[in-house]
């Protein structure tokens, strides 16, 4: 039965190695001159052993190379696409000038237009051009003539190209990796005159199709659809575009779990699959014109997921539906494990590093959850009224979903949101009835008249929707916060639940006990950070832009010691702090705000921080560490004549020149300097 199983599902044997070798080379690189030799002896000695061998029970063992050669060959590709930063692109003595590409329309920040660009030709200081290919994000400051730049446009700067840095506190996001999976590794930051826009345009014919698609549902928006909310809810609804979401209104989708609605996903790839179907069903009944129905709806789901910026989600459903209607054009079903495996399969071999991306897996998790669980769920019970089967299958399918999804939403975002299956019940139907508005809205944009009741109308939608995610997110309990699990123990909980499926399915006591076992090592784990994290005591400075932040940290309790403007802002705090927060299992957090002046912090009987905003009259004293911070002159020579300092820590906040001035101070009182702002934050075991 086993065997049957695994028959009807090539692709899902196929994926397994293929996957391994692509974590493999992303997170342990391998040689690529042994990856291709152990790739073609593997296919060398599966090929001699299917061709010599004729007994199907022996055919196992030429079965295993097949697998090996699917490891080395996801390795060897995923060490082609992802590219090295070349150093000569980083040195501005040699290479001056750069003609880059913008790849993406200007998106507007809060201080600042990004685009993504493309390096195509670096010019040295001999005005010799070599061909380049490197992708860049660049940063623009904010001026209205930025807005002239478009999707395109060539444009030749002067500027230095820098590498995207680390994270510069513990737990915080790793924004240098999450490019770096994009495969952008360059950055660099320009104002008006350090770039001169080129008369030449380069541009993909079907991108500016799609972009001009954007531009015209966004201005079709703001012509229809008041309100900066809405409007920002509205994009992601119809398109993907979630910049201009208001940060609470995002959090508030986020803590009722109803955040996929706003990411274009299978959802909304199965609305306009279903949209295209029902307005093209009358081909059907036309035997000459039949074949144009599947050939008409597989180019307007593509030409959607297009226009939404080819997301892993939707191109996964995309591919899916795909496979679906040409099952049906051949007579042929296809199973829906191997579909969804197949579908990842060619999506991994266009860009491996779709395996990082957190909507991929998430996407994929979420499906898989659906097609293992959704029938088995939905038969526990059996409504006889349309209504209550109609919820009924909203919440089996929400809860199939999160069956498969939930270990990975607490390993990434560290939150669980409690009244999901309210929200969706509630929130679903509505964003639906909102997809369906802004599709009319679209098409009768031209008559005035019934574009703006339909605007009103989808305003109105969107309205309630806000409001019931955050209604929802007020509710006492709507969410559990600072959850914190290792990949380790993901891992665990992922094959826990694969045992206990495979157990009720094959009655295999094997697999009871493994899961039993795999239950037994998350205990462990658990039990084991757990103790860390009673155990630990440590003071902590954080590296944040134009702010002092200091944490001391007492087993599951902390103190945070900061500035008011970092006290009161919240999105600051949760940025630079909560993963740390999360990571050590604090559990009270106490906060103090400091003062603006001159400040002793007590660390333990033997330890003295003192904080240096301005000159002080500190005298004969002893301080493990003296933390410099701010603007204002400070006479550091004076300080460190009457004082014994033994290390000197530069907080963020201080000026270049500033800077540059203490540290020759320190370089002459021979006393150890820590810039925090080019170091990252400094942590101290207590």
């Not at 996929?260 to 699959?273: P, Q, T």
């Not at 939404?308 to 199973?335: D, Q, W």
């Not at 559990?587 to 301005?614: G, M, R, W, Y």
């Amino acid at each position: 039965m086993m065997a049957s199983f695994w028959q009807q599902m090539p692709f899902v044997r196929l994926i397994i190695p293929f996957i391994a070798g692509i974590v493999c080379q992303l997170f342990l690189p391998l040689n690529l001159v042994l990856s291709l030799i152990l790739l073609i002896s593997s296919a060398l000695i599966a090929w001699i052993g299917f061709l010599k061998i004729n007994n199907y029970s022996r055919l196992w063992w030429p079965g295993i190379f097949v697998n090996i050669l699917l490891f080395f060959f996801g390795s060897a590709i995923t060490y082609v696409q992802n590219y090295k930063v070349d150093s000569n692109y980083l040195n501005p003595a040699n290479n001056s000038y750069y003609i880059v590409k913008i790849d993406e329309p200007i998106v507007t920040r809060k201080n600042s237009y990004k685009a993504r660009a493309v390096v195509i030709e670096v010019i040295d200081s001999l005005h010799n051009a070599i061909n380049a290919d490197m992708n860049l994000m660049i940063y623009f400051k904010k001026d209205s003539s930025i807005l002239h730049v478009q999707y395109g446009d060539l444009l030749l700067i002067k500027s230095q190209l820098l590498e995207i840095s680390l994270p510069k506190n513990p737990g915080e996001f790793n924004f240098k990796n999450y490019l770096a999976f994009k495969h952008i590794h360059l950055q660099t930051y320009l104002s008006s005159n350090q770039f001169t826009l080129l008369p030449q345009r380069k541009s993909n014919r079907l991108y500016l199709l799609a972009y001009q698609s954007q531009e015209y549902i966004k201005k079709t928006l703001q012509q229809y659809v008041s309100g900066k909310n809405e409007m920002g809810v509205g994009e992601a609804l119809l398109f993907g575009f979630d910049d201009d979401i208001d940060p609470q209104v995002f959090k508030s989708y986020s803590h009722t779990g109803t955040l996929h609605v706003l990411a274009v996903s299978g959802m909304h790839v199965g609305l306009i699959f279903m949209v295209l179907s029902f307005l093209l069903n009358p081909l059907q009944k036309i035997k000459q014109l039949r074949f144009l129905k599947p050939v008409l709806v597989l180019t307007g789901v593509w030409l959607y997921s297009l226009l939404c910026g080819l997301s892993p989600s939707i191109l996964r459903a995309t591919i899916m539906i795909s496979f679906l209607v040409t099952g049906e054009v051949i007579k042929r079903r296809s199973n829906a494990f191997n579909s969804l495996a197949a579908s990842a399969f060619l999506l991994l071999m266009c860009d491996t590093s779709m395996i990082a991306n957190v909507g991929f897996q998430l996407s994929y998790a979420a499906v898989l959850g659906i097609i293992a669980f959704y029938k088995s769920i939905y038969e526990l019970f059996d409504f006889k009224t349309r209504f209550g089967d109609a919820i009924w299958k909203v919440i089996a399918v929400s809860l199939a979903a999160q069956a498969l999804t939930f270990p990975m939403s607490l390993y990434y975002f560290h939150q669980f949101p409690n009244y999901f299956l309210v929200a969706n019940l509630l929130i679903i139907p509505v964003t639906t009835l909102v997809i369906y508005t802004g599709i009319l809205l679209l098409v009768f944009s031209k008559i005035y008249i019934l574009a703006y009741y339909l605007g009103s109308g989808m305003q109105a939608l969107i309205y309630i929707s806000n409001y019931m995610a955050q209604w929802i997110e007020q509710i006492p309990y709507s969410y559990t916060d600072n959850i914190f699990i290792s990949a380790a123990v993901t891992l665990l909980i992922y094959g826990f639940g694969l045992f206990i499926l495979i157990y009720f399915h094959q009655r295999d006591l094997l697999f009871f006990k493994l899961s039993l076992l795999t239950l037994l090592l998350i205990c462990f784990f658990r039990t084991q950070e757990l103790f860390q994290q009673l155990d630990q005591k440590k003071l902590l400075i954080y590296s944040i832009k134009d702010h002092i932040a200091i944490q001391l940290l007492t087993g599951k309790q902390a103190t945070l010691i900061a500035d008011s403007g970092l006290i009161a802002d919240q999105v600051a705090k949760d940025y630079h702090l909560k993963g740390f927060i999360c990571e050590s299992g604090i559990n009270i957090q106490l906060e103090q705000i400091l003062p603006q002046q001159n400040t002793l912090i007590k660390i333990d009987e033997h330890k003295t921080l003192v904080v240096l905003i301005k000159n002080c009259n500190y005298t004969k004293g002893k301080y493990e560490w003296a933390l410099v911070s701010g603007k204002q002159y400070l006479n550091l020579e004076v300080f460190l004549k009457n004082n014994i300092v033994k290390n000197l820590l530069l907080n963020p906040d201080i000026p270049f020149r500033k800077k540059i001035a203490l540290k020759k101070i320190a370089s002459t009182y021979q006393i150890p300097c820590y810039d925090i702002a080019e170091n990252g934050a400094i942590e101290v075991l207590l």
